[in-house]
Nanobody
Framework: QVQLVESGGGLVQAGDSLRLSCAASGRTDRRYVMGWFRQAPGKEREFVAAITWSGGSTYYDDSVKGRFTISRDNAKNTVYLQMNSLKPEDTAVYFC???????????????????WGQGTQVTVSS
């Protein structure tokens, strides 16, 4: 099993940047895709970005493409989400998740991911 802990959320103004981190512990010897999802109040959890084990492939939802960057440092068992040019509509709880069924190709469905962090709140004021 892999345990995930997110950090880096906060309250910022529109146009600001934040960097989220997700630290993994436990069975980190496994190879797996990592993803970021978010959930706004009253809405379903939605895909934001994902990265393959090697970091060679990334995938983004259209709503964040060009503004967010996902990366990972396997030596530190950590995945990052750099968020630039934040908008009020980016306000949500952000979750990181591990897809044990994939290492080299990305899936974007919430149900495809096996382990989840507790989430970190990101609030963007206008």
């Amino acid at each position: 099993q892999v345990q995930l802990v997110e950090s880096g959320g906060g309250l910022v103004q529109a146009g600001d940047s934040l960097r989220l981190s997700c630290a993994a512990s436990g069975r980190t010897d496994r190879r797996y895709v990592m993803g970021w999802f978010r959930q706004a109040p009253g809405k379903e959890r939605e895909f934001v970005a994902a990265i393959t084990w090697s970091g060679g492939s990334t995938y983004y939802d259209d709503s964040v493409k060009g503004r967010f960057t996902i990366s990972r440092d396997n030596a530190k068992n950590t995945v990052y989400l750099q968020m630039n040019s934040l908008k009020p509509e980016d306000t949500a709880v952000y979750f990181c998740a591990a897809d044990f069924g994939r290492a080299f190709s990305v899936r974007i469905g919430v149900r495809e991911y096996d382990s989840w962090g507790q989430g970190t709140q990101v609030t963007v004021s206008s």
